[in-house]
């Protein structure tokens, strides 16, 4: 009885080992430092404010946004992110608007909704959809690499923030990636099964929003 006790915990513990290896190798590369400075910085000046990252003030005093927006904290916006596996985005829409649907390739989001109501949605690799309607104080996440969107349902503008665990999570739209990356019109109209002057419109529609 006792030895098939430890057996099993220790088996447990084994599989509980190889699983968070395999998630460390397949997020960020860990790194051998305590954190990472860029090259082009002097190591006796760094400080503090290396660490802190002011770009977000703005947010606390402007008016809500006409379109949905973005404001993204990763690497490339904080240097002091690299190595850490983590970054930030804060999201806001106004009525009616949508995060189009899109994946991000290397981390998860877990998404924090303060203000506003929200549909949010992921279709997985079997082709099935999950979808939920948030209220303030609500989170959810989406799994890595899949498909999945955010609609603002209410008649007031919504504010959510989002986790990532990778400090550069990636972003790929999927109606830019199809209908923006140049994709001959041909091949799109069979693969939707339209035909090439629906395309065209697509494509346009897409440029204009842009404008």
């Known amino acids: 009885m006792g030895f098939n006790i430890f057996s099993h915990a220790l088996l447990i513990i084994l599989l509980s080992l190889s699983a968070s290896h395999v998630l460390v190798l397949a997020g960020d590369p860990d790194i051998t430092s305590d954190f990472i400075i860029p090259p082009n910085l002097n190591n006796s000046l760094v400080n503090g404010t290396f660490f802190t990252f002011t770009g977000l003030r703005p947010l606390l ?5 006409t379109n949905f927006t973005v404001s993204k904290v990763t690497m490339a916006e904080f240097p002091a992110l690299n190595g850490q596996s983590v970054s930030f985005a804060v999201l806001m ?37 999950y979808t ?33 665990g990778s400090a550069s999570a990636g972003l790929v739209s999927v109606p830019g990636s199809v209908f923006t990356s140049n994709i001959d019109d041909g091949i799109l109209a069979k693969s939707f099964k339209a035909d090439v002057g629906t395309i065209q419109k697509l494509k346009e529609g897409l440029a204009a929003n842009k404008c």
């Open 132 to 164: 939920q309607k948030m209220q303030p104080g609500d989170m959810f996440v989406f799994p890595k690499g899949l498909v999945h969107f955010q609609y603002c349902t209410g008649p007031k503008p919504a504010v959510a923030f989002s986790a990532f």
């Open 93 to 129: 829409y106004p009525p009616g608007s949508v995060n189009p649907p899109h994946t991000h390739p290397r981390s998860a989001e877990l998404l924090f909704l303060v203000e506003g109501y929200l549909e949010v949605g992921f279709v997985d690799t079997t082709n099935k959809l």
């Open 61 to 65: 005093t402007l008016p809500p946004p």
